[in-house]
């Protein structure tokens, strides 16, 4: 089954939060540029007349600029098609209004993960309206948390997943089976630091991550314009204890963003 034939209510749902939060953060930047161009007209035209009309000159074209930006952004995620110039203004969303967006959730009673989760499904849903040349298998990473280990396991696989005993105790058994089916590359990291280093080292071209929803939005934000497909561990334990993950959701990413032969 490929992904885009999944449920699509519980997107939907996460597709209007990040779009509301999108629209308001853009709303909030308007206000800042308005108030600024009036301030600085209040300044300038103490100096010189010209002055006043190059800040409102200014202001204006800042605001057309943001304006074209966030309407070609919103239309992109409700049409999940990506639209002439959206990858590199994806990049800005993720860059500028990411960050307000998780500040300014939480101040509406939004919780923070809630914008990161609704963040993770719309950069995906674009990502796969966007997937119009495949990834060869040897560009393809499957990026992994520690935590989908068994804590007490004694083997050490971050250094080497290929150490794992595949004793089928744990999620990991499963997904190095998957990696050596579709013959991409596979590696787990313990945070942030040795996931960008194992990023470098394997100069991917698109990665499959599993992660919880923090450090998947800080993934998607650190490695941009590299694509990085979210998908979230399962936390039955509690957060970074024996988490699980759907091994045919991983499998779905799989088929619907490697080039077959």
């Not at 999944?6 to 939060?21: E, T």
């Not at 999108?22 to 035209?45: D, H, P």
């Not at 110039?85 to 990411?98: A, E, M, N, Q």
């Not at 490695?223 to 991983?250: A, H, K």
Request: glycine share 8%; hydrophobic share 45%.
């Amino acid at each position: 089954m490929n992904i885009s034939d999944r449920n699509k209510n519980p997107q939907a749902s996460r597709k209007r939060i990040f779009i509301g939060l999108l629209g308001l953060t853009f709303a909030l930047i308007m206000v800042l540029i308005f108030v600024g161009g009036w301030i600085a007209t209040i300044g300038l035209n103490h100096l010189h007349p010209g002055l006043t009309i190059a800040a409102q000159i200014i202001a204006g074209i800042a605001f057309i600029f943001s304006s074209g930006i966030i309407s070609a952004l919103i239309l992109s995620i409700i049409f999940e098609k990506e639209l002439p110039f959206t990858h590199k203004i994806r990049g800005l969303g993720i860059k500028l209004f990411l960050p307000l967006m998780e500040i300014l959730g939480p101040r509406l009673g939004i919780a923070k993960e809630r914008v990161r989760n609704s963040f993770i499904e719309t950069n995906n849903r674009l990502l796969i309206s966007g997937n119009r040349h495949k990834t060869p298998p040897e560009r393809m990473l499957l990026l992994l948390p520690h935590c989908l280990q068994m804590a007490d396991c004694q083997r050490r696989i971050t250094t080497n997943i290929y150490n794992c005993k595949r004793c089928g105790k744990c999620n990991i058994d499963n997904l190095i089976t998957l990696a050596e089916s579709y013959n991409i590359r596979i590696a787990v990291a313990t945070g942030g630091t040795l996931a960008r280093k194992i990023v470098r080292d394997h100069k991917p071209k698109m990665i499959i991550a599993v992660a919880c929803e923090r450090d998947l939005t800080s993934g998607i934000h650190d490695t941009f314009p590299l694509p990085v497909y979210g998908i979230l561990n399962q936390r039955p334990e509690g957060p970074c204890w024996n988490t699980l993950v759907d091994t045919t959701e991983v499998e779905n990413a799989l088929q619907t963003f490697l080039k077959t032969k």
